[in-house]
């Protein structure tokens, strides 16, 4: 049997009013699974090499693919929290450079067989993703199924446009955005 790492997510900006409403209705209808405080480090170069980290775990995280695009191929591999600086500076001695980090609060939910997250990300926003990790040829039908969800919800979806002229914008000012 294949192994499932291809993420498939629908996600969306959602206002302070509609994140606390959403909260309200993932307290009532969804398994609330963990909050989180991470810390996500992009680097620099033509592929999307993430670490990431919060107080009980660590990932070097790789997706193939375009930043926003619907589904991606995913590895992640977990290691100790305490070699987090560590691993960046063997990746920045490789010649990776540090291009973004973000500091996001996030909220996951588990509801049916999809994981919902509510994320605050410290100078970008605040957004309702809904994922699911499945094998290929699936990615279609769970996009849809996925998108069905969220609107079901209430949200209108955020375009890829919307989240890549936010995305570019956050690139260019992060550092004075999270101080």
Not at 89 to 95: R, Y
Request: net charge negative; with cysteine; aromatic share 12%.
């Amino acid at each position: 049997m294949e192994k499932c790492n291809i993420e498939v997510e629908v996600r969306s900006f959602i206002t302070d009013d509609q994140y606390k409403i959403l909260l309200s209705i993932l307290r009532f209808n969804g398994e609330f699974i963990r909050e989180l405080n991470e810390e996500t480090i992009y680097f620099s170069g033509d592929k999307d090499l993430r670490l990431r980290r919060n107080k009980k775990d660590a990932y070097i995280i790789y997706k193939k693919g375009n930043l926003h695009d619907k589904f991606r191929e995913e590895i992640e591999i977990k290691f100790e929290t305490v070699d987090f600086e560590k691993m960046q500076n063997l990746f920045e001695t490789l010649g990776y450079e540090l291009e973004i980090k973000w500091l996001r609060k996030r909220l996951e939910f588990q509801q049916d067989d999809m994981k919902i997250l509510l994320d605050d990300t410290m100078g970008y926003g605040k957004i309702i993703e809904i994922e699911k990790m499945v094998s290929a040829g699936e990615e279609d039908v769970t996009y849809a199924k996925l998108e069905k969800k969220l609107m079901k919800m209430g949200v209108k979806i955020s375009t890829k446009e919307e989240f890549n002229y936010a995305f570019e914008y956050y690139k260019n000012n992060w550092r004075s955005l999270i101080k």
